[in-house]
């Protein structure tokens, strides 16, 4: 086994519900993320990560099944069932690394199907999927004098089960464990998983506070419904969107967001606090730290609250990567996934990427040593009823249900306001990314069959 001098420390650094534009230093100044900003300004910022999406409502299960087992969306799915077989555990991510000589430590949400402490040698406080909700954090707020829930309010449970936020015990834990392993000679990999900032959305009312309603704004692809929710699963039937009442109110969504924020806030402190005990132990130097969340989310933006829809807002996380060699203050726009985190914290450790892992590292796009992405096109799924395709700067939204595609020009219309599809001159490009998608999809093993949906875009 090799010394320590060997091998860097690995710490990787997990959200949950995180888009990608609620970091201060990226661009959304309403938010205080004064740590995060740190990380930003410490390493290199990838600034379109995606998830590939998900198979059910909690896109979540598919993101982390995807990040532990480097298999791509349906490949994952069809894993599932032999998850807790030696034989596939051995080939996790938390494996590979201790086969490769790390001390391997997990806390916090897990939520795959393989048991933990099967994939990891030490274990912190392993979490559901998400903390308990109640009946009274659902269609919320009804108005300015609805105030039955409120965020700091401990008699509801979720985050403060137990006692003490979620967030903090996990800070805590990291914490000592950076202790105990800062002493050994191996180094190690951490993979910290908080719960936040998926609801319910709790925080300390300090937290809150930092918030002034009326300094919250209106997102400005605020719609009282979406036009297509039902047939593309995300209507009333759905629990995340059933968070907010229907149909929106602008008042319902800044108040939403504020909490949103809060949660956001809170989590940043608990990030600093790790990073901080991190350098007094003296392994900063040595250590590359990767932080992203599994997906991002809508929080009143087109009428939608969660993640299952293939908005950017949605499917595009925060990526961030600080390490010895590594640029500091440096944003790159080349399309990743943010499961290459996977593949790219074995290529640090000097472990072979193995066959089934069809992610790819992004260390050298982070050095500089390459500018192209490793992916021609990016591909987004949910269940059967939306499918999208991602390239050369422009978006298709494949609704089957509706017959309905969406088509945007996202170096033009960034935030996907313009539907380009029934444009004359984007004919042409509507049927050429459509044919795109169908070969993306095969490479995928989506057998999800589009075509019937779609007579008129087939050559």
């Known amino acids: 086994m090799k010394d320590k001098a060997d091998k860097p420390n690995i710490l990787f650094i997990f959200a949950d519900d995180q888009c990608y534009s609620t970091i201060n230093a990226l661009g959304n100044h309403e938010i205080i993320t004064p740590n995060l900003d740190k990380m930003v300004k410490s390493g290199v910022t990838f600034t379109h990560a995606y998830n590939m999406g998900a198979w059910g409502g909690a896109v979540c299960v598919a993101s982390r099944t ?3 087992t480097g298999r791509s969306v349906w490949r994952a799915k069809k894993l599932i069932p032999s998850l807790k077989k030696p034989e596939i555990t051995a080939g996790l991510w938390g494996n590979l690394l201790k086969d490769a000589g790390y001390d391997t430590y997990m806390a916090g949400k897990w939520h795959v199907k393989a048991t933990p402490d099967s994939c990891f040698e030490t274990m912190g406080t392993v979490r559901g999927g998400m903390p308990r909700q109640t009946p009274e ?27 003490k936020h979620w967030s903090e015990v996990l800070a805590d834990e990291a914490i000592g464990f950076i202790g105990q392993a800062s002493k050994k000679d ?6 910290i998983a908080f719960n936040a900032a998926h609801d319910p959305r709790q925080s300390p009312k300090e ?17 009282p419904e979406y036009p297509y929710k039902d047939d593309i699963g995300c209507g009333k039937d759905l629990r995340d969107e059933r968070l907010a009442p229907f149909p929106r109110t602008e008042y319902a969504v800044k108040v939403n967001r504020r909490e949103y924020y809060a949660l956001i806030t809170h989590l940043d402190q608990q990030i600093g606090r790790i990073l901080d005990v991190l350098k007094k132990s ?27 829809n293939m908005y950017d807002l949605s499917v595009r996380p925060p990526m961030i990567i600080i390490g010895p060699d590594l640029p500091k203050d440096k944003k790159i726009d080349l399309d990743v996934y943010l499961q290459d985190i996977m593949p790219s914290a074995l290529e640090l450790a000097g472990a072979q990427k193995p066959q089934y892992v069809e992610f790819n590292s992004v260390m050298k796009i982070a050095r500089g040593e390459q500018n192209v992405s490793s992916y021609p096109a990016i591909y987004g799924c949910y269940k059967n009823l939306q499918r999208m395709i991602r390239k050369d700067g422009f978006k298709l939204i494949v609704y089957p249900e509706a017959k309905k595609v969406l088509l945007f020009d996202l170096n033009k219309d960034p935030l996907e306001m313009n539907d380009l599809s029934e444009v004359n001159e984007y004919h042409g490009k509507v049927k050429e990314m459509f044919k795109e998608l169908i070969d993306l999809q095969k490479g995928m093993g989506d057998k999800l069959d ?10």
């Open 282 to 308: 003296g392994q900063m130097d040595n250590t590359y730290i990767f932080y992203t969340a599994d997906h991002g989310l809508s929080c009143g933006n087109y009428g939608l609250m969660g993640k299952q």
């Open 207 to 223: 937290f809150v506070d930092m918030y002034p309603l009326e300094n919250i704004s209106v997102p400005k692809t605020f719609l």
């Open 137 to 163: 954090g659902y269609n919320r707020p009804l108005s300015e004098n609805d105030t039955i829930w409120e965020p700091w309010d401990t008699h509801f449970g979720g985050y403060w089960q137990g006692g």
């Open 186 to 191: 191996n180094p190690f990999f951490m993979y």
């Open 450 to 459: 589009l075509t019937a949906a779609f007579p008129d875009l087939q050559d």
């Open 66 to 68: 995807m990040l532990n």
